[in-house]
C-alpha cells in the first residue's frame, strides 16, 4: 500500500461520519486512547482512502477494512516497540560487577591503571625521540620523569630561557605526535 495522501474532500466525509469505529476499536481491543488513538488513525485512514478511492474493498464492510487497517497498525506499532535495538538491557555506571558488590562499572572505567600509563608513556617518549633532537628529548624526559625546571637547568647547564626555547621549538612535533595532528601554537 502506498503512503497516505492528504484526504480529498469525499474522504474526509466519509472520516468524519464513521469515525466512532476507531473509539469502537479501542474499547474492543482495551486499549489506552491517550497510547493507541495516534496509532490506529493512520490505519483508519488509510481504510478510508483505500474504501472510497477504489473498488475492490467495496465488497466489505467498511467497519471490516478498517478494523483490519487498524490491527495492522497496532501490530506494526508493538512490532516497532519490540525491536532488538528498543529492548536492549541497560546497562548502569553504578551497576555491581558480578558477585562482587564492592566493584561497579563505574570503577573500572575510572580506575587509572599505572602500569598501562607508562607504557603509553614510553610509546609516546619513543615516537618523540625519532623526530627531536637529543637535547629537547633529555630535557622532554626529565619533566616525564618529574624533575623540576630548575633541577634540569642545573643538571643540563641551561638557563629557563634556553629550556623554555628548546621546549618551544619542538611544541610542534609533540602536539603532533600525542594529537596526530597539525597545529600551529602560538607561542
Partial sequence: MENLRPLTLEEQLFATQNHN??????????????VFYDVVIF???????????????????????????MENSVSNYCRYLAAPVRSATMVSLFSPIGADADLTW????????????????????RELAEKLPKKEMKIICLKVAGCKM?????????????????LTNCKDDIIHILW???RRVAA
Avoid: C, P
Avoid at 106 to 125: A, H, W, Y
Avoid at 150 to 166: D, G, P, S, V
Fill in 106 to 125: 563505574e570503577d573500572t572505567l575510572g580506575r587509572k591503571d599505572d602500569q598501562m600509563v607508562e607504557f603509553e608513556t614510553r610509546l609516546l617518549l
Fill in 21 to 34: 469505529l476507531v473509539y469502537a476499536f479501542l474499547q474492543e481491543k482495551e486499549l489506552s486512547e491517550d
Fill in 150 to 166: 630548575h633541577e634540569i637547568a642545573k643538571r643540563e647547564h641551561l638557563t629557563f630561557r634556553e629550556i623554555n626555547e628548546l
Fill in 43 to 69: 490505519g483508519y485512514m488509510r481504510a478510508v482512502q483505500e474504501y472510497v478511492s477504489g473498488t475492490r474493498f467495496r465488497v466489505y464492510a467498511f467497519s471490516t477494512i478498517a478494523w483490519k487497517r
Fill in 180 to 182: 596526530g595532528e597539525e
